[in-house]
């Protein structure tokens, strides 16, 4: 008795050391990489979208990953911009903010996305910012200041990604680029859409594809529907680029970036937030989906940095919230400008409020508004995005949302980005290495690893 259960014992170790090594073994191959970056999305940003659109226990798909870490994201100068943290992510060196791939010096710095293309993989960046923004350029090129769309525009398509995706039209354009760089890519073969039923037509075996869907950025998805909009969701334009890149059998290298959730928390514009956030939890469960089929494909998900200091408050009027349609810039563009172009009438400002945000200013709020809209230098009202964060500030204030205040955002060099550390989630072979407390130079350390042989 004794004797048969001992043998049994040993064989029972033996199969155990066998899955091991097996596991191992078959873990150490990470052929895709598919990482999805959450501008902005701090742990304050997913426990608000996640109690907005469920309850107090919900949780995002995000949040199912079995691997968890958190990521320090400073730059050289303290707080980062998404250009320094960007480029942290991407080639593992922390720069000064505004630094797209380059150090001070103007070293050009190589990415993860560069040592995939030198191991033969295909490559791609989507964003629903424009292809040139920040992020997606710290991957795909190497300039000194992130204002420089254009030339970045150039160097996309000299180094040769095969997909892009995302806003950013104007710097592929003859007025921007001083050559018409989009009629360039389809001599070099881009398959050149414009929509989201040109992209859906997208045949993955043709190889590269160049998407650009708005002039700027892409419109917020609340806004879709008031403007008419024919951009693809980052669910539709992830989905396409998996397709496109995975017909290449030496593997592929894909970032993907949810822009806007960024954007709208500068506005402390919480539906907003939920809404972006939801739809790149989606794009995700979709990525990790595919990679448990695909068993050696990683999936990281992360933040560049936190904005705006969010957090769930605990009066905070969550009916009131998510019953607002659209976001604090497109209310923006609905306010009437006085004759003498430095204010906005009362009534409009009035008027803008109660209709999308269901809140009564009084003349005197009204008035205080129209002193926070104004260059101090000029006297004209800023652009209609910086309008919508003071919008956005006012129905936070009204309904008692966690975040930076109008005040502090005003003396911030970045608009509102903190430093606080966020959250790394990852599924797949070589997952398991994000754990931990770790710098953006050091994630970027682990991306370049997980593509070694
Ligand atoms: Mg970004
Ligand atoms: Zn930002």
């Known amino acids: 008795m004794l004797k048969k259960s001992k043998r049994l014992m040993v064989v029972a170790s033996f199969f155990l050391v066998f899955a091991l090594v097996f596991t191992a073994a078959a873990q150490a191959e990470v052929k895709n990489v598919i990482l999805m ?29 079995p691997n968890v870490g958190l990521m320090m994201t400073s730059s050289t100068e303290g707080v980062t911009d998404s250009a320094a943290a960007g480029t942290a992510m991407a080639t ?17 710095l190589d990415s993860v996305l560069d040592f995939a293309e030198v191991r033969k993989k295909a490559t791609g960046v989507i964003s629903t910012n424009t292809v040139t923004d920040a992020t997606p350029a710290s991957f795909t090129a190497s300039v000194k200041d992130r204002g420089m769309g254009a030339e970045i525009a150039r160097q996309i398509l000299n180094n040769d990604v095969e997909v892009v995706l995302g806003g950013g039209r104007e710097d592929f354009m003859e007025e921007e680029a001083g050559e018409d760089l989009i009629a360039k890519a389809k001599e070099m073969g881009y398959q050149y859409v414009s929509d989201k039923e040109q992209l859906e037509r997208v045949i993955p075996m043709n190889g590269k594809v160049l998407g650009l869907f708005n002039d700027s950025y892409m419109n917020y998805i609340q806004d879709r529907d008031e403007v008419g909009s024919k951009e693809p969701s980052l669910l539709e334009m992830t989905t396409k680029a998996i397709d496109v890149l995975s017909e290449d059998e030496d593997g592929f290298f894909l970032m993907a970036e949810g822009a806007r959730i960024d954007h709208a928390a500068h506005a402390a514009d919480v539906p907003g937030v939920v809404a972006e956030t939801l739809d790149f939890d989606a794009s995700v469960k979709y990525a990790v989906d595919w990679a448990k089929e695909h068993k050696d494909t990683m999936v990281v998900v992360v933040a560049d940095h936190e904005t705006l200091g ?4 605990e009066p ?17 563009g609905k306010l009437v400008e006085t004759k003498a172009g430095n204010a906005y009438t009362v009534d409009s ?14 003349e005197a709020e009204a008035r205080e508004f129209n002193s926070n809209i104004v260059n101090k230098d000029d006297g004209s ?8 964060w003071q919008i956005g500030s006012v129905i936070a204030a009204k309904n008692n949302v966690g975040v930076v205040s109008a005040d502090i955002r005003a003396k911030s060099d970045t608009g509102g980005h903190t430093l606080n550390s ?7 072979p070589g997952s398991k290495n994000f754990n931990g407390v770790m710098q953006n130079t050091e994630f970027s350390d682990l991306l370049f690893d997980s593509m070694r042989p």
Do not use: C, W
Not at 92 to 108: D, F, P, Q, R
Not at 310 to 313: A, D, L, M, R, W
Not at 316 to 332: C, D, H
């Open 349 to 362: 400002i009035q008027s803008v409020f109660k209709e999308y945000a269901n809140i009564d200013l009084t």
């Open 381 to 388: 009202v800023y652009y209609q995005y910086k309008v919508g």
């Open 37 to 65: 970056v959450g501008d902005g999305l701090g742990i304050g940003q997913i426990d608000m979208a996640r109690y907005m659109a469920g309850d107090k226990d919900h949780e995002l798909e995000i949040m199912k990953m």
């Open 92 to 108: 593992g060196h922390k720069v000064y903010n505004g630094a797209v791939g380059m150090n001070k010096n103007g070293a050009e």
């Open 310 to 313: 969010f957090s769930v408050t």
């Open 316 to 332: 905070v009027n969550k009916e009131a919230l998510m019953n607002i349609k659209v976001s604090p810039e497109y209310m923006a």
């Open 422 to 428: 966020v959250p790394i989630f990852a599924f797949g």
